[in-house]
């Protein structure tokens, strides 16, 4: 079989589509990817904050109160989405001149790491509708009909119409209960709009939704016919229902944000530049950099990129205004605050717009002058109005069960059906009752924003560090109440309406799994003010429940046994002990809570060597007997060995890349032979899309000449397989960790799909149930994992196990997360289980727990190289090893699973790639 380089990708690629033909490459591989892989988010959050912008923090705390309250005050932080005050011409990357930390990177949903990788990207959808144009179309054809058929015909239909359908259609058949009457009446003008203004309003809400577009410069002139009508009939303003219903602000918010009003008694769509646009402030951010320039140069003002620009223009203006874009509540602050400018200059006073356009802010003189200016060269702008915006964003939420959704969210699904592959059989459950009621979804809303206040403080602010505790610590008290309350009745849910496990995956939709998120931020602030004893008791409190965040009991368990050792002697009743005495209560008790977390099911097994460690300290202090002590020596090794590869190394003449820099060898057999192993660039192309963005290396590469093979240049992992492979004498790949996946995907397959867990299989076109990437998997399934991985241990089962799952669905290709049926011969498969079970120490076992755990946090990390030797005498070993160069460095997640393995048994090596030589390309 192979010796080959595999460049990572992302932990639910299959590249198993009927038509797959591995094909020969000429591109370099590329640097191992795991050593850029973002370990800093947290391990099981479904709805995560996304990458907040630093200047918000400023805005956050700009309200009178001087508490720490005050962060939740009159101007909360909207939802992620409407926060990007963003304007349409700026996706030029050369025109939005923002800092690298503004940028947001791609976010998937669940949905989408259930589904398989399907081109989604313009050229492929264009390509399919126009092939679809082309057949015939009854004219009765509806939604339904042409998903069945998968036609859509430009100009009449579109998958991103049917898309946005589907998913509203799906919720209100469904779960309809979730939205009043007036919000109800909106859906069904919906249906009554035209294909045309659907489609522009799609199209807007998956561009940039907080921004105004310039109608003249919208386009979609195939799908739209009169661009002026359409958005005409978007902005018409329509009746509504009054709905008798008091929204009350949600713990942590002082006040109800804007865009979680009420709809009222009318509605637009979207909104007209001539009635919203009204300073200067938001007019001027309209304009592109170049007519920016040209605007300055009249107004002598001068700076040196486009954020100087308008913050010079403000202040010349006699407005201080923020250096971003204003929310839409500071819009109206603005007009109120300068009324008084009424009877300023009036020099300019008959400024009013020459095409018809009234300009309210004519009164003030030297805005008016220059925001008609603007208005004029931009021309009309359209907006999508931020209340049915939010309604919208609300039935997607619904949907797909996340905050975040992109076109490929849209897309991806209708994609996945038509690609014509077979996936698993298993029970399709989408219950409806994820969200019991209205209110509890207007409330799972509200935690979300209160999450994304509490991110923004600890990651992002320039503050001290006291005011950010302070504001911590404040939001955190003020959620504290409410979730007790909400925790006991989930408690109650799971004792008398759900079966074992049966709740874990719906529960992380309540409030309270993003209260509990807060409140274990909330342990932050405490240990910053040194209540210890404060800390202490929540801790407690977060052990005591099992319904919420299972994945961080391990660190909770890590944390309580520190205080206990440490700080809790001095700040406990001492019950009549000696000083010496109370000490060595607290550290038994340290000791005991050691104990739990180790015993705890849902303590993860990476957190377990740190205990051991603490145990066995804590053992030698209290000097326990050795017959009572705990023995870990079975855990394996302590160390990673290192080892040196000497290559010739290429330096390259030039920066840029060069048809030999990119070159690679080509695939190997087990003897070193190469094999064919051409790809098409569809499937280059589809390998890419589906690597995550952050994941992908950005420089630091090396090329090196192989001696011992090819002689070839080749990438430092290559260097170091070839050198494992022809001196050492190992079998291996450059997978890291797509072998573990491909395993886990085939020794777990019937536990994935065959163990009836409800609602993690929401369409027929998934390669995994949608709570593999959360804690929730293993705590739905812990007797029939707990037993697979005992199955591992005994001798051949593992490879019965194997080769049965390859029997059944090889030949169909079935799409299964991790199982690359083209690129893994069985008899190598075979070989690798036998070389794990060789030594009967479950060394499997271990490795599988911990994707069954953590296959979300944990997929990416995992040693550059896999490698394994069959002995003559019928022993076999396995071998990882991360591949180092001059410019590489361990990363936490790196480190995390080379303690891993060291502690199951298994032997890591770190392989430096050190220049014997150097030669130009």
Request: glycine content about 4%; overall charge negative; proline content about 3%.
């Amino acid at each position: 079989m192979v010796l080959e380089e595999k460049s990572l990708s992302t932990h639910n690629v299959i590249v198993n589509s009927n038509n797959v033909v591995m094909q020969s490459t000429t591109k370099k591989i590329p640097h191992p990817a795991s050593t850029r892989y973002n370990d800093n988010r947290d391990d099981d959050d479904d709805f995560p904050s996304p990458i907040a912008k630093r200047r918000k923090i400023e805005t956050l705390l700009q309200t009178p109160s001087k508490d720490a309250k005050s962060l939740y005050g009159n101007s909360p932080l909207r939802s992620p989405r409407r926060d990007k005050r963003v304007y349409e011409d700026h996706e030029n990357e050369n025109e939005l001149e923002q800092d690298v930390s503004d940028e947001r990177l791609p976010v998937q949903t669940q949905l989408e790491t259930a589904l398989p990788p399907v081109q989604t990207d313009k050229e492929a959808i264009e390509a399919y509708e126009a092939y679809k144009a082309g057949e015939a179309q009854d004219d009765s054809e509806n939604l339904h009909t042409r998903l069945e058929n998968r036609s859509w015909i430009r100009g009449r239909s579109s998958i991103y119409v049917d898309a946005f359908n589907l998913a509203l259609e799906t919720v209100l058949k469904e779960e309809s209960h979730l939205f009043d009457e007036a919000e109800n009446t909106v859906f069904s003008i919906w249906r009554d709009l035209g294909y045309e203004a659907q489609y522009l309003y799609v199209r807007l809400f998956l561009r940039k939704t907080a921004a105004w577009h310039r109608i003249g410069r919208l386009g979609y002139y195939d799908d739209i016919t009169d661009m002026d009508s359409v958005v005409a009939e978007l902005q018409l303003n329509r009746k509504l229902p009054k709905v008798e219903e008091e929204v009350k602000p949600f713990p942590g918010e002082a006040v109800l944000p804007e865009d979680a009003m009420p709809l009222g008694t009318s509605f637009q769509f979207a909104e007209c530049s001539e009635e919203h646009i009204n300073t200067l402030d938001e007019a001027s951010s309209l304009l592109l950099l170049d007519e920016l320039k040209v605007l300055a140069k009249e107004a002598k003002v001068q700076g040196k990129n486009k954020r100087e620009l308008l913050q010079n223009l403000r202040k010349t203006s006699g407005k201080q205004a923020g250096l971003g874009f204003l929310k839409r509540s500071e819009t109206e602050e603005s007009i109120n605050s300068n009324e008084f400018n009424k009877d300023s200059q009036a020099e300019d006073e008959d400024e009013t717009s020459t095409s018809g356009t009234h300009t309210p802010i004519s009164k003030y003189n030297r805005d008016a002058h220059y925001t008609k200016k603007i208005l004029d060269q931009t021309g009309k702008c359209i907006r999508l109005s931020l209340l049915p915006l939010k309604l919208f964003e609300r039935v997607h939420l619904v949907f797909y069960r996340s905050t975040e959704w992109t076109e490929k969210s849209l897309t991806t699904l209708l994609l996945a059906k038509i690609s014509r592959r077979n996936f698993p059989n298993y029970i399709v459950s989408r219950s409806a009752n994820i969200f019991e009621s209205r209110s509890l979804l207007l409330e799972f809303e509200a935690s979300l924003r209160t999450q994304f206040r509490v991110d923004n403080v600890i990651e992002f602010s320039h503050l001290p560090v006291h005011k950010q505790v302070d504001a911590v610590r404040s939001i955190f008290e003020a959620v504290y109440p409410r979730w007790r309350v909400l925790l006991a009745k989930e408690q109650e849910k799971e004792d008398r309406v759900y079966e074992t496990g049966e709740g874990a995956y719906l529960r992380r939709f309540s409030p309270a799994w993003v209260y509990t998120r807060i409140v274990h931020k909330g342990l932050w602030p405490l240990a910053r003010l040194r209540e210890h004893k404060r800390e202490h008791e929540l801790l407690t409190e977060l052990l005591g429940q099992y319904l919420f965040h299972a994945s961080r009991r391990g660190a909770w368990y890590q944390r309580k046994a520190l205080l206990e050792e440490h700080y809790m002697y001095a700040l406990s009743d001492a019950e009549g002990r000696s000083e010496e005495a109370n000490k060595k209560f607290w550290k038994r008790v340290s000791l005991r809570t050691c104990e739990q977390g180790l015993e705890d099911n849902e303590c993860h097994i990476i957190y377990h060597y740190d205990l051991q460690k603490r145990i066995t300290k804590l053992e030698k202090q209290l000097k326990i007997p050795k017959r009572e002590q705990h023995e870990f020596s079975h855990v394996g090794l302590s160390k990673a060995r290192e080892r040196t590869v000497e290559g010739v190394q290429i330096v390259p003449l030039e920066r840029e890349e060069t048809p030999a820099r990119r070159a690679s060898p080509q695939r190997k057999d087990s003897n070193g032979r190469s094999q064919s192993r051409e790809r098409t660039k569809g499937q280059e192309q589809e390998q890419r899309a589906a690597t995550p963005t952050n994941t992908r290396r950005g420089g630091g590469k090396t090329t090196w000449l192989d001696e011992l093979d090819t002689n070839e240049y080749v990438s430092v992992e290559a260097l170091c397989l070839s050198h494992y492979r022809h001196v050492l004498g190992y079998k291996g790949y450059h997978s890291e960790g797509g072998i573990l996946r491909c395993l886990f995907g085939l020794l777990f397959y019937d536990i994935m799909f065959d163990v009836y867990v409800p609602n993690v299989f929401q369409t027929a076109y998934q390669t995994c149930p949608l709570d593999l990437h959360t804690d929730a998997f293993y705590s739905a399934r812990t007797s029939e994992i707990n037993s697979r991985i005992n199955e591992l241990a005994e001798p051949g089962r593992a490879a019965q196990i194997l080769q049965r799952v390859w029997d059944e669905h090889r030949e169909q290709k079935i799409c299964v997360i991790g199982v690359r049926w083209e690129e893994y011969e069985l008899d190598d498969l075979l070989e690798i289980v036998y070389c794990f079970t060789a030594d009967g120490q479950g060394k499997l076992g271990v490795v599988m727990r911990v994707l069954a755990q953590e296959y979300g946090a944990r997929g990416g990390g995992v040693p550059d190289l896999f490698l394994w030797k069959k002995e003559d005498d019928g022993s076999g070993k396995v071998m990882f090893s991360e591949v180092k160069s001059e410019n590489d460095r361990l990363s936490d997640t790196q480190r995390l699973w080379i303690s891993v393995l060291l502690n199951a048994g298994i032997e890591v090596e770190l392989c430096h790639a050190a220049a014997r030589e150097t030669r130009p390309e």
